[in-house]
């Protein structure tokens, strides 16, 4: 897996980023898991929790599952060192 710098900073992330913008709403727990121990079995060490994209639109209720879901693996394995990459939305509704 090639690695780079993040941006300016001392941060070095694999080259490929997990995207896990479906976690917790068309992903399982179970699922998503797997996926991102085949990533870090694959040298990914870099992880995008955001919920932006039109094919997973933000919900009230599903918001902050991903963030859940990768914090229970970390709890369950101890040992996992990564990179999240967060975005915030904010939805504004219109007059």
Request: aromatic share 8%.
């Amino acid at each position: 897996m090639e690695f780079k710098k993040l941006g300016k900073s001392d941060l070095t992330v694999s080259a490929y980023c997990l995207g896990t913008m479906t976690f917790g709403e068309a992903t399982s727990e179970t699922d998503s898991h797997l996926q991102i121990d085949q990533s870090f079995d694959s040298g990914i060490n870099f992880i995008d929790t955001a919920e932006m994209y039109p094919t997973c639109p933000l919900r009230e209720e599903t918001t902050g599952d991903t963030e859940v879901i990768i914090g229970n693996l970390l709890i369950q394995q101890r040992c996992i060192l990564l990179v999240l990459y967060v975005k915030k939305q904010q939805v504004i509704q219109k007059l």
